[in-house]
T-cell receptor, first 115, second 110 residues
Framework: EPEVTQTPSHQVTQMGQEVILRCVPI?????FYWYRQILGQKVEFLVS????????KSEIFDDQFSVERPDGSNFTLKIRSTKLEDSAMYFC?????????????FGSGTRLTVV | QQPVQSPQAVILREGEDAVINCSSS?????VHWYRQKHGEAPVFLMI?????EQKGHEKISASFNEKKQQSSLYLTASQLSYSGTYFC???????????FGQGTRLTINP
């Protein structure tokens, strides 16, 4: 069964450092998403991406965050200057069509720890 | 905008039934249900697109009442493997993203 692949599985970084989280969505999926989940809490929407541009973003997704699809397969989330409160599990997801119409496939996540 | 789930937690014995509810203050186009086991990614269970629709997945089924802006997930004759946190995700018409509820932790004991 096709999978969404995320790397690394765990990253520890110092406050103020830049991190890049990587995702390889399922190849025939057209919509891509980043969500995050602070330990034990709800899954929060960060950004959706379609046709090589951001289609929607949340208030969490401020100027410190950016997304790219640099090579047609990878989908990256960059946090420019990490803060302690950025510590969370970050999930990439993809879907064939708009998420309202089709289920998401989530990757296994990257646990980001900011110290 | 975030849907509200109830109850927050359920503890059952194997073989018992459970209902998890999801309510939204906004008109909905679709409702998704996902299950997340500890330390793992959420896994898609089912999507409901029409008002009054009911769908099934093994012994897990769901209904969607469009007028009431509510969905319910039914787990019958629960198995140990059903343990996890269940999230509903909702989307209004035209939306691309899902907004998830706070989750319902289901514990199944032998």
């Amino acid at each position: 069964e096709p999978e969404v692949t995320q790397t690394p599985s765990h990253q520890v970084t110092q406050m103020g450092q830049e991190v890049i989280l990587r995702c390889v969505p399922i190849s025939n999926h057209l919509y891509f998403y980043w969500y995050r989940q602070i330990l034990g809490q709800k899954v929060e929407f960060l950004v959706s991406f379609y046709n090589n541009e951001i289609s929607e973003k949340s208030e969490i997704f401020d100027d410190q965050f950016s997304v790219e699809r640099p090579d047609g397969s990878n989908f990256t989330l960059k946090i420019r200057s990490t803060k302690l409160e950025d510590s969370a599990m970050y999930f990439c997801a993809s879907s064939v069509t708009s998420g309202a119409n089709y289920g998401y496939t989530f990757g296994s996540g990257t646990r980001l720890t900011v110290v | 905008q975030q849907p509200v789930q109830s109850p927050q937690a359920v503890i059952l014995r194997e073989g018992e039934d459970a209902v998890i509810n999801c309510s939204s203050s906004k008109a909905l186009y679709s409702v998704h249900w996902y299950r997340q086991k500890h330390g793992e990614a959420p896994v898609f269970l089912m999507i409901l697109l029409k008002g009054g629709e009911q769908k099934g997945h093994e012994k897990i089924s769901a209904s969607f009442n469009e007028k009431k802006q509510q969905s319910s997930l039914y787990l019958t004759a629960s198995q140990l493997s059903y343990s996890g946190t269940y999230f509903c995700g909702t989307a209004p018409q035209g939306a691309q993203k899902l907004v998830f509820g706070q989750g319902t932790r289901l514990t199944i004991n032998p």
